[in-house]
DNA sequence: TGGGTAATAATGTGATCACATTATTAGGGT
DNA sequence: ACCCTAATAATGTGATCACATTATTACCCA
């Protein structure tokens, strides 16, 4: 038997993390259309692994389905937004907060790293780049933890706000991000607890918390229209 | 034409809420073996539509993939119940709070006949009845607010857990419930945002949270083996 | 030239089959 | 009686086809 791919056990696993990667790093814009052939044609594979594929992630609300029952990336809008903001404040908190103890520190070093790349990204102005890295670290500071439910969760709200994030960061650059992963490594190096959720918030609060109306409105006219 | 059913535009749809309500009554116990053409043959119909409901509830946490691809009902762990009763508090006092504004006295109405319900079923002792009621008084609360992003979370979350829940009232019987919508109500009909958010947070604690290592040791025991 | 209509194409859904993998059962040897 | 092994059954995955619905294009008439 051959040995087609080696990392993921079925067809439909490989596509959906394909298609996960893309649409974390907004390489799908937002108002897309996504057919089941027309990816299938993409990654050369049959439909059927597609169609489940596009099942998962629209069940993950990375995609959304429309009334004709087609999938498309979802806009970008003010309450939704708000709710990502939100719900990410909460759920992350805790997972850095129940990740805290477990980190030791080969793994803050790690970490450090990371966030090494995310300041780099920022530098030389690469989106993409930034989007990436900046959810390594997160993820990997949240995995220490037990967070495995907690962590699908804040996932998907990542896989919702990806597209719109790119869009905007496109647009109207890097410079505005500020860097509060050092205040998160120097809180986890102290055990402080506090300190670490308030950097957490922080980094939230400043990143895609801080986009308003008018990148709402940046983001309605250069995405793909309704 | 003939009109196979009113509701739903497609099979897949029909058997997917078929059976999310199964497992948020909890008839599903942890740990049951769930497969494709078994379902398909319970529900009279091909496997095709069981096949893409599967892989939306297991996206959403209803159901787990195995190692072996098999789908299963999860059983519950100390760490996965302390994660839900965190985030649940977490997102659902932020939903709550999110709809507030937006109840009138006739909707305050309305969620008070629910919770009518919710203590008749603890009376009668209705475990099934119980947890259908509670969650859609819940529900019902959160969706008067624009919480079209926290509320699929929050009922990933019930889908988790409702199997659990259900095994365990069955052993340990509704007793130990005590009631905390009328504080929540009271609170909305206050507009009271501090003491609805200590209200369902309230009833979350003294709820599901309330549980701990011997309900876990009772569900691995009475749940089908792992 | 503009708008409505018919023809055409594209899309999601569902059914069925083949196949590889895994689980279960049956049987035999010690 | 117990364990290992072979035979059998069950399961998920993927491919392909048919079909109804919807979107898009082309065309003709005013």
């Known amino acids: 038997m051959s040995e087609p791919n080696t990392e993921f056990k079925t067809q439909q696993e490989r596509v959906y993390f394909q298609l996960r ?66 719900a990410r404040i909460a759920l992350e908190t805790q997972a850095a907060l129940r990740a805290m103890a477990h980190i030791s520190t080969d793994d803050l070093a790690h970490l ?23 959810l390594e670290f997160h993820l990997t500071l949240y995995r220490h933890g037990p967070n495995e439910v907690i962590l699908p969760l804040i996932e998907s709200l990542w896989l919702q706000s990806a597209p719109f994030m790119r869009l905007v960061l496109n647009r109207i650059g890097l410079g505005y991000l500020t860097d509060r992963h050092v205040q998160a490594t120097d809180a986890i190096a102290a055990r402080d607890a506090l300190a670490l959720k308030l950097a957490i918030a922080s980094d939230i609060r400043e990143g895609i918390g801080a986009l308003g109306q008018e990148e709402l409105e940046v983001a309605t006219t250069e995405g793909e229209p309704i």
């Open 21 to 86: 990667e893309a649409i974390l790093c907004g390489r799908f814009v937002p108002g897309r259309a996504v057919t089941i052939r027309g990816i299938a044609e993409m990654l050369d594979v049959s439909p059927m692994p597609v169609r489940e594929a596009l099942r998962r992630l629209t069940a993950e609300h990375a995609l959304a389905l429309q009334d004709n029952r087609r999938v498309t990336v979802p806009h970008m809008t003010a309450s939704r937004l708000e709710q990502i903001v939100e």
């Open 112 to 134: 450090k790293a990371l966030d090494d790349q995310v300041t780099q990204a920022i530098e030389v102005q690469d989106a993409e780049s930034y989007i990436r890295t900046n």
